[in-house]
């Protein structure tokens, strides 16, 4: 039971298929010809979710390091998430994001960016931080320990958060999806449950592509 359950999480679950990469590029190559052409409903929805997280990522950003073309990171990372998100919802499709290969693929080298940039040029300020404001002198140690550990570990919690949310999700619908038979006189209120539950796991994928965006902004903007 619990080898069918895991299994959809395999990349080659499928006809020995190597699913993760079809799941990479078939956002791209199902999308039709005219949402690259014209104005159509997709490229419109689009790109009022650009304008909207630009307005949103640039509130987070700090004015030291607010450039132009500041939030074409994030807003890329929150799309790239999103449709992963959003197709991996669907019956014969691969959830990249319940893994931690792929999730600290993302997280860990932005982190790590962000780390060597900050401490290159603005080594002093680095340094600061990690030791808050009002600390006696003999806690000052320990304090450079703990900010340091917190550092270290973000774009850890950052990949784990989102690989255990679409892990759980997506096991929760399994069950419920063994538990249907057409023929018992509780099968439609099985439907409606999964239906309803697959509702929520849309949402939760729309969420959860919105915090790891947000929360890496705002990792980067909190060392300025």
């Given at each position: ?27 791209v ?18 790109n009022?979710i ?10 987070l ?16 990372l ?18 990249l994001?319940?893994h ?18 900050y401490?290159?040029?603005i ?18 140690p320990?304090?450079v ?12 919690a950052?990949a ?44 939760v ?20």
């Amino acid at each position: 039971m619990m080898m069918s359950l895991f299994s959809m999480f395999d990349p080659v679950a499928l006809f020995f298929l190597p699913l993760n990469w079809i799941m990479v590029f078939i956002s791209v190559t199902l999308l039709p010809t005219p949402f690259w052409k014209m104005n159509s409903y997709p490229l419109i929805m689009v790109n009022l979710i650009n304008k909207i997280l630009t307005t949103e990522f640039k509130a987070l950003f700090s004015m030291n390091i607010l450039i132009k073309g500041s939030t074409i990171l994030p807003i890329s990372l929150f799309m790239l998430i999103l449709i992963n998100n959003l197709l991996s919802n669907f019956p014969y499709t691969f959830c990249l994001s319940a893994h931690l290969s792929f999730s600290l693929s993302l997280s860990l080298p932005i982190w790590l960016s962000i780390i060597i940039f900050y401490w290159m040029n603005i080594t002093k300020s680095m340094l600061a931080h990690l030791v808050p404001t009002g600390t006696p002198s003999i806690l000052m140690p320990l304090m450079v320990m703990i900010e340091l550990t917190s550092n270290i570990i973000r774009p850890m919690a950052l990949a784990v958060r989102l690989t255990a949310n679409l892990i759980a999700g997506h096991l929760l619908m399994a069950l419920l999806g063994s538990t249907f038979n057409p023929s018992s006189y509780m099968c439609m209120l099985i439907f409606m449950l999964q239906v309803m539950f697959l509702s929520f796991e849309l949402m939760v994928g729309v969420i959860q592509s919105y915090v790891f965006s947000v929360l890496m902004t705002l990792y980067s903007s909190e060392m300025s």
